[in-house]
């Protein structure tokens, strides 16, 4: 540990009982539980540290950057350090060009696209709604830099009374400024309806055009029920479910393709089917048992890894080449050590948060792309905070 990380850890350990200390309050809610208090107590912790603990961050990763740069250009690297200073380098074209070929009206989109379906805001917890705020930043990274991206992301649920926490999380991330996604208080239910009944505003009509002020309020940028663009009532809706019996073998652009955002691990089975056959959607699954012989991991993937599968294929078209690109290799190496989990579950080794949570190792991976990605560096530090406090 180095002596700027030791005076603040130093800090934070004496700072942290006058935080709660000068912490304004009203006294004990008489609603609150004694370990509902001490969250409460802890989180407001969290909260007062986050700046310094950020900027801490932030001096460690330019450190960090210039130490590869330097072992770069003298050729002194490990492999696995070269492969990151490549890796960089390759996301950072790729970003450039992205940009540029946005600018010019040159990117070459994908006539399909990808819904989000934020409507389990009150199955998930506290932690779960952290680690859906940093799959949805990852998901959004993953769009912006892909050769062919999707034309259209649509995320359904959102809004401060749909999905209150997670709305509040996200608040941080800037997600109105997100190019090519679009964001309904409405449900994946009324966007059914919409498709099926063909009574929405398509976004292509002059009643939808319409300038939107960065600095208005966030519910100004939601923009149900009016279609996103290039998204036509034409399109069919497909929800993925993993208990889906029909199984995906390749991907049409006449489809748009619904990911349940949902961080459960792995309580509620079933749900995004029976949810689907509901709302009358057809559902199915990623072919993951016919091109990948060996998962010893779950198959249960975060949205994320979803996401990243689909695009990978849209750029590839090649099942097994999508799942290697864009699942992390290690989930598929035999022999992998478990653990018991709390209702005792077997829970592969370094897989912190169960069926559908965010991997330990991934979450190194955005560190080390931090600097070519700002928000994938923020959202990983708010679930690091959370976690560790």
């Known amino acids: 540990m180095s002596e700027d990380e030791e005076a603040f850890y130093n800090q934070a350990q004496t700072g942290s009982s006058s935080v709660s200390q000068n912490a304004p309050t009203d006294g004990p809610s008489p609603h609150l539980s004694k370990s509902a208090m001490k969250r409460a107590a802890r989180q407001a912790r969290v909260e007062a540290l986050r700046p310094q603990k950020r900027a801490l961050e932030k001096a460690r990763r330019k450190e960090r950057a210039q130490q590869l740069a330097q072992g770069y250009a003298a050729g002194t690297l490990t492999a696995e350090e070269k492969a990151i200073v490549e890796n960089r380098k ?3 074209k790729a970003r450039k060009s992205s940009k540029r070929k946005a600018g010019e009206g040159k990117l070459d989109f994908w006539g399909g696209g990808v819904v989000v379906d934020l409507g389990f805001d009150k199955l998930m917890t506290d932690q779960e709604i952290t680690s859906m705020t940093s799959q949805l930043g990852y998901l959004y990274s993953a769009n912006r830099t892909a050769a062919k991206p999707f034309a259209s992301i649509l995320h359904t649920s959102f809004s401060s009374i749909a999905s209150p926490r997670l709305w509040e999380k996200m608040s941080k991330s800037a997600w109105t400024r997100w190019i090519n996604c679009s964001w309904w208080a409405e449900d994946v239910g ?17 009643e939808s055009e319409k300038e939107v002020d960065d600095n208005d309020v966030p519910e100004n940028h939601l923009s149900g029920p009016r279609l996103p663009p290039r998204l036509t009532k034409e399109h069919k809706l497909v929800y993925l479910s993993a208990d889906a019996e029909e199984e ?13 955002g949902i961080v459960d691990r792995n309580r509620y089975k079933n749900l995004c089917q029976e949810k689907a056959q509901k709302l009358g959607i057809r559902t199915a699954r990623l072919p993951i048992d016919t091109y990948i012989a060996h998962l010893p991991t779950r198959k249960v993937l975060t949205v994320n890894q979803v996401f990243s599968i689909l695009v990978e294929y849209v750029t590839r078209q090649n099942w097994s080449e999508a799942f290697n690109a864009a699942i992390p290799p290690r989930k598929f190496e035999p022999g992998r050590k478990k653990r018991k989990g709390k209702d005792g579950s077997a829970i592969d080794e370094g897989d912190t948060k169960g069926q559908e949570g965010i991997e330990e190792d991934d979450h190194q991976e955005v560190d080390e792309k931090a600097e070519l990605d700002p928000f994938a560096n923020e959202i990983k530090l708010e679930e690091e905070e959370l976690v560790n406090a």
Do not use: H, N, P, Q
Not at 190 to 206: F, H, N, P, Q, Y
Not at 248 to 260: F, K, Q, R
């Open 90 to 92: 390759a996301m950072e």
């Open 190 to 206: 009324e966007l059914a309806k919409v498709m099926r009944d063909g009574k929405a505003i398509d976004s292509s009509t002059e």
């Open 248 to 260: 995906l073998s390749t991907l049409a652009e006449d489809e748009v393709y619904i990911i349940g």
